[in-house]
């Protein structure tokens, strides 16, 4: 399969060839082209290189290793304030929980309530869809367990497990520390959410 290539926005071209292929070497050259879209914002091209990388073995090897001073990919694009970017490293399954060499995760860098909303949204659509792994990385990472989708809602993880969820997605946010009792914008708790579920 012919390699393709994409121009970022300074004129450098990126290269990023197909299927076939492995190792470590190729986890180094995909971090650094990665890394250069997220400096560069090219969010469609940092996009189409996660797509391609998904299934690789070495996919958390170019995604998850250090890559700048800031720290892993997701740190630099947190230190750049790219919301664009944070959405697109979380939505392709880099390891929020990876810390820097000053011991902080991306989201302990960040500092936007717009990069920190990315890491919430993370967290309630992997509730939603029962990634119960997925969850753990988050919680693990300092996403807060109450933190809402929206002030005009106010859903929290635990709404959204009550209403879509396994019942180990819920075991573990109450695990957690959820607050069972907290209440969304309309004054409903979860469980208001879960007698629906089960009564719809």
């Known amino acids: 399969m012919p390699a393709a290539s994409s121009t970022l926005t300074n004129g450098s071209s990126v290269s990023h060839a197909g299927a076939g292929g492995g190792g470590s070497g190729e986890g180094e050259n995909h971090s650094a082209m990665l890394l250069e879209c997220v400096r560069e914002g090219r969010v469609d091209v940092l996009r189409s290189i996660l797509a391609e990388l998904a299934n690789k073995p070495y996919f958390h090897e170019a995604v998850d290793s250090i890559a700048s001073n800031d720290g892993t990919l997701l740190h630099t694009a947190v230190s750049l304030g790219s919301v664009d970017c944070v959405r697109t490293l979380l939505s392709a399954g880099v390891n929020p929980c990876v810390?820097?060499?000053?011991?902080?995760?991306?989201?302990?860098?960040?500092?936007?309530?717009?990069?920190?909303?990315?890491?919430?949204?993370?967290?309630?659509?992997?509730?939603?869809?029962?990634?119960?792994?997925?969850?753990?990385?988050?919680?693990?990472?300092?996403?807060?367990?109450?933190?809402?989708?929206?002030?005009?809602?106010?859903?929290?993880?635990?709404?959204?497990?009550?209403?879509?969820?396994?019942?180990?997605?819920?075991?573990?946010?109450?695990?957690?520390?959820?607050?069972?009792?907290?209440?969304?914008?309309?004054?409903?708790?979860?469980?208001?959410?879960?007698?629906?579920?089960?009564?719809?």
């Open 99 to 200: 810390q820097n060499d000053e011991g902080q995760t991306a989201l302990q860098r960040a500092t936007s309530e717009d990069i920190k909303s990315a890491f919430v949204q993370e967290l309630l659509q992997a509730v939603a869809q029962s990634k119960l792994g997925r969850l753990c990385q988050l919680l693990s990472a300092g996403v807060p367990i109450d933190a809402v989708d929206s002030p005009k809602s106010g859903n929290t993880a635990l709404h959204y497990a009550a209403s879509y969820s396994s019942d180990d997605v819920i075991r573990t946010l109450c695990e957690s520390g959820a607050h069972v009792n907290k209440a969304n914008a309309k004054g409903e708790t979860a469980l208001h959410d879960a007698v629906y579920r089960t009564s719809g």
